[in-house]
């Protein structure tokens, strides 16, 4: 789905406002230390990365996403430096061993995923005992839920948005424990679970 857009794909207006503003909220929050291991499950271009590292982060960063072109793109984007790996990956069947990771994150991407069940059960497993897992995306019910839903099926994908009750259900029955949001305002949904 994203191929056809990948070049441009960093320069919507929902990039360049909402994901930032809620990389900020999120990583404000969560105080997470400079030089834990990160896996960022559906990174897209690698944008999170890229914003982990303008906040003072340190650490092993690993993207994946289904996309080839995505995963071009954000290894281009990485350049030299070459302190993040990006792998084409599904969340369902994520290529690492147990206890690999402190933090998982996954930024607008629950919705694309084929089976979310499967793909938190995998996160669970990747991540260490006192690992946590950060979630954001859209909500289904909100006016900005019911556009992309309304885009998203125009471009083909068939692909849904949750409620904030639906991931803490998905959450709980993948394994985790404490679940608290971070915001739960009209539009969006953000969670740390552990």
Not at 36 to 63: P, Q, S
Not at 64 to 78: F, G, N, Q, T, V
Not at 111 to 123: L, M
Request: one cysteine or more; hydrophobic letters at 40%.
């Amino acid at each position: 789905m994203f191929e056809q857009w990948v070049n441009s794909y960093d320069n919507y207006l929902l990039h360049k406002v909402v994901f930032y503003r809620a990389y900020s909220t999120v990583f404000n929050h969560t105080h997470l230390n400079p030089s834990v291991t990160i896996l960022d499950v559906g990174c897209g271009t690698g944008e999170a990365v890229r914003f982990l590292r303008k906040k003072g982060f340190n650490g092993k960063f690993v993207g994946i996403d289904p996309s080839p072109e995505m995963i071009r793109l954000a290894r281009l984007k990485e350049g030299e430096r070459r302190k993040s790996s990006f792998l084409i990956a599904e969340a369902e069947a994520l290529p690492f061993a147990r206890s690999s990771f402190d933090c998982v994150i996954s930024n607008f991407s629950i919705h694309h995923w084929w089976n979310p069940a499967e793909a938190i059960r995998e996160i669970r497993r990747v991540l260490k005992p006192e690992g946590v897992f950060i979630i954001v995306d859209i909500r289904g019910n909100s006016l900005i839920g019911k556009i992309a839903r309304n885009f998203e099926r125009l471009m083909g994908s068939g692909f849904d948005y949750f409620e904030c009750h639906q991931v803490e259900q998905l959450l709980t029955e993948g394994g985790f424990k404490n679940i608290r949001y971070l915001n739960t305002n009209t539009c969006f949904l953000s969670l740390v679970a552990s």
